[in-house]
């Protein structure tokens, strides 16, 4: 059962335009999102994240905006470079009951950045 | 470098062997994890250790897998008999506060033949 789902699993833009990636979660507990850029060969990077009591977080070119009631987030980047072609995770979490908050990813997107 | 350090890197192996792998978190960082990641999925969550004690672990750490955090520093994940379904990226993280972003690793290949 996918707790986190991004239905996309890559997504061309043109260098300069927006990327607009999607994740959908279906656990109602989950209080923290996160989004994680990975290169082949390298582990996750942090990108940036979002408390549920918020709806948007900006940080330079990478917003996400949070929709609580459509269990709905997204990642905007703008503009888009080429260094920006990486799979990106969606990632949630909660309070596991063992005090783990454990992250639970998406399937990921791959983002290509055509120059 | 301060970051998240697993070795080794690559790992190849026959069926049946044992191997094992080694994580050294960011220094003040108490709570370590270990994941698993295969060909188009996710991380997906193994075991969670908050200084030496074992707090929770998923139901994909079959008895074949075994996690240790002896000294509440580095923490080492044996495979024992392996199978070629254990193929994957075992990636490491830490962090030092209770929820927030991971920290990972570079993540440890393995590949069994």
Excluded at chain 1, 27 to 44: Q, R
Excluded at chain 1, 60 to 79: D, E, Q
Excluded at chain 2, 12 to 20: A, E, L, P
Excluded at chain 2, 27 to 39: D, K
Aim: charged share 20%; proline share 4%; net charge neutral.
């Amino acid at each position: 059962d996918q707790q986190v789902k991004q239905n996309s699993p890559s997504l061309s833009v043109q260098e300069g335009r927006i990327s607009i990636l999607n994740c959908d979660y279906t656990n109602s507990m989950f209080d923290y999102f996160l989004w994680y850029k990975k290169y082949p060969a390298e582990g996750p990077t942090f990108l940036i994240s979002i408390s549920s009591i918020k709806d948007k977080n900006e940080d330079g070119r990478f917003t996400v905006f949070l929709n609580k009631s459509a269990k709905h987030l997204s990642l905007h980047i703008v503009p888009s470079q080429p260094g920006d072609s990486a799979v990106y995770f969606c990632a949630a979490s909660a309070n596991s009951g063992a005090g783990s908050y454990q992250l639970t990813f998406g399937k990921g997107t791959k983002l290509s950045v055509i120059p | 470098d301060t970051g998240v350090s697993q070795d080794p890197r690559h790992k190849i192996t026959k069926r049946g062997q044992n191997v094992t792998f080694r994580c050294d978190p960011i220094s003040e960082h108490n709570r370590l994890y270990w994941y698993r990641q295969t060909l188009g999925q996710g991380p997906e969550f193994l075991t969670y250790f908050q200084n030496e004690a074992q707090l929770e672990k998923s139901r994909l750490l079959s008895d074949r897998f075994s996690a240790e955090r002896p000294k509440g520093s580095f923490s080492t994940l044996e495979i024992q008999r392996t199978e070629q379904g254990d193929s994957a990226m075992y990636l490491c993280a830490s962090r030092l506060h209770e929820a927030g972003e991971l920290f990972f690793g570079e993540g440890s290949r393995l590949t069994v033949l």
